[in-house]
T-cell receptor, first 113, second 115 residues
Framework: EAQVTQNPRYLITVTGKKLTVTCSQN?????MSWYRQDPGLGLRQIYY???????DKGDVPEGYKVSRKEKRNFPLILESPSPNQTSLYFC????????????FGDGTRLSIL | AQKITQTQPGMFVQEKEAVTLDCTYD???????LFWYKQPSSGEMIFLIY??????QNATEGRYSLNFQKARKSANLVISASQLGDSAMYFC????????????FGSGTKLNVKP
């Protein structure tokens, strides 16, 4: 089954404790992206990657890091999480063609205390 | 700058009636794509329908259709014969020729279908 898998689905942690949210896709997509969703703001792009070792900032990259060492994986790293990073996070992938939608993971709900 | 605007934070519709969710967009690019996604209370993002800027006909997918008015820069989603399972958050999104891998999302519309 074609899918984007994120882990964990839920995480409650404390300020300053480094965390990683993993994302893996099995569709051989070149393009992957991370979004955060906040009430009233929709989804905002954090980082995206157009291929292995190629990443770029989205609209809200501050406080986040990413890496793309393999085509299928695109982890999101919060080196020193803060409460304003409490949000619902989505990983997405696509083949990059103009008429193709992004395929989303099921989301990760992060709470930073 | 690229922007998507959804002006209806919440809407109600009676079961079996049709409903239109509004979406306006702003871009100076000539080639772009417009997408609608559904987010049920369980949280996942479900792709519904796509419209390309050069498509002459409005897109349709089952009970979903996209009312595309290019001159007005609007891409409204029409759901016919609403069902209780249509109760969800709906997001309009756009990507453009500047970077088709970069999606811009609206703030969403929460649709409630009443029995």
């Amino acid at each position: 089954e074609a899918q984007v898998t994120q882990n964990p689905r839920y995480l409650i942690t404390v300020t300053g404790k480094k965390l990683t949210v993993t994302c893996s896709q099995n569709m051989n997509h070149e393009y992957m992206s991370w979004y955060r969703q906040d009430p009233g703001l929709g989804l905002r792009q954090i980082y995206y990657s157009m291929n292995v070792e190629v990443t770029d900032k989205g609209d809200v990259p501050e406080g986040y890091k990413v890496s793309r060492k393999e085509k299928r994986n695109f982890p999101l790293i919060l080196e020193s999480p803060s409460p304003n990073q409490t949000s619902l996070y989505f990983c997405a992938s696509s083949d990059g063609l103009p008429n193709q939608p992004q395929h989303f993971g099921d989301g990760t709900r992060l709470s930073i205390l | 700058a690229q922007k998507i605007t959804q002006t209806q934070p919440g809407m109600f519709v009676q079961e079996k009636e049709a409903v239109t969710l509004d979406c306006t967009y702003d871009t100076s690019d000539q080639s772009y794509g417009l997408f609608w996604y559904k987010q049920p209370s369980s949280g996942e993002m479900i792709f519904l329908i796509y419209q390309g800027s050069y498509d002459e006909q409005n897109a349709t997918e089952g009970r979903y259709s996209l009312n595309f008015q290019k001159a007005r820069k609007s891409a409204n989603l029409v759901i016919s014969a609403s069902q209780l399972g249509d109760s969800a958050m709906y997001f309009c999104a756009m990507s453009t020729e500047y970077n088709f891998n970069k999606f811009y999302f609206g703030s969403g519309t929460k649709l409630n279908v009443k029995p």
